[in-house]
């Protein structure tokens, strides 16, 4: 499962937000990822192989969807744990689609993960419809 960090309340009501290490401080475009970020970070890549040369990486080795997979699934956003991304031990989340609409479904799908934990749990690709922001089967 996705964690990106922790909330804790202490017995006074005061809440704390823990990061992991190394957590990004901001975010970055695909053009300014290092060869270190690469060798030594999980990342989130947003957008598909036509727009996120990262993503087009990933496809290109079969790791991911490739364009042609994009473009046949309009009105779907995708999810896909690629375990092993740019180097071993690292993952990449790609949250892309066809289309920015579908790209943003799945954008959102991912932000609400309390609510949609279920459909993610074990889960290494998951499909959601634009139109109703739920799983495809």
Sequence with gaps: QLALGSVSEDA????????????PQSAALDS???????????????????VNDLTAELADEGMTWNASEYESNEGVGVLDLVEGAFSDGNHALVVAGHQADDT???SEFIANYQEHA?????????????ENNQVVE
């Design 118 to 130: 279920e459909d993610l749990a074990e889960a290494t690709t998951v499909q959601v419809s634009t």
């Design 104 to 106: 943003r479904a799945a």
């Design 32 to 50: 300014e990822v290092t060869s270190s970020d690469r060798e030594n970070s999980n990342m989130i890549l947003v957008g598909g192989p036509a």
């Design 12 to 23: 006074s009501g005061e809440v704390t937000t823990q990061t992991p290490t190394g957590f």
